[in-house]
């Protein structure tokens, strides 16, 4: 069965930063397409940031210049570093796995994270 399990979230002043963790297993890691969405409260899920399998980035408007998306091939895992969190980054965060010629997406159940002084 595959496994996408996310880590890294908690509770964080304005201005601070976390790091996420994607971790993922039984299915081929490297040829997929990684990605974080978030979802607010009251709010629709919403896309963050991607990575493809060789390695391109690209993200929200929202979060462009402050977070960053990398990933590790060799240990299954993609990342988010956040920096400079703003209380409007406060959402339960979730990884994504996608490749378009196979179906389904993975998704992990979400790690929560809060933007609050």
């Known amino acids: 069965q595959v496994h996408v399990v996310e880590s890294g979230g908690g509770l964080v002043q304005p201005g601070g930063s976390l790091r996420l963790s994607c971790a993922a297993s039984?299915?081929?890691?490297?040829?997929?397409?990684m990605g974080w969405y978030r979802q607010a409260p009251g709010k629709q899920r919403e896309w963050v940031a991607r990575?493809?399998?060789?390695?391109?980035?690209d993200y929200a408007d929202s979060v462009k210049g402050r977070f960053t998306i990398s990933r590790d091939n060799a240990k299954n895992t993609v990342f988010l570093q956040m920096n400079s969190l703003k209380p409007d980054d406060t959402a339960v965060y979730y990884c994504n796995a996608h490749h378009p010629a196979i179906e389904p997406d993975y998704w992990g159940q979400g790690t929560q994270v809060t933007v609050s002084s």
């Open positions: 039984r299915f081929i890691f490297s040829i997929y397409s």
């Open positions: 990575i493809t399998s060789t390695g391109s980035t």
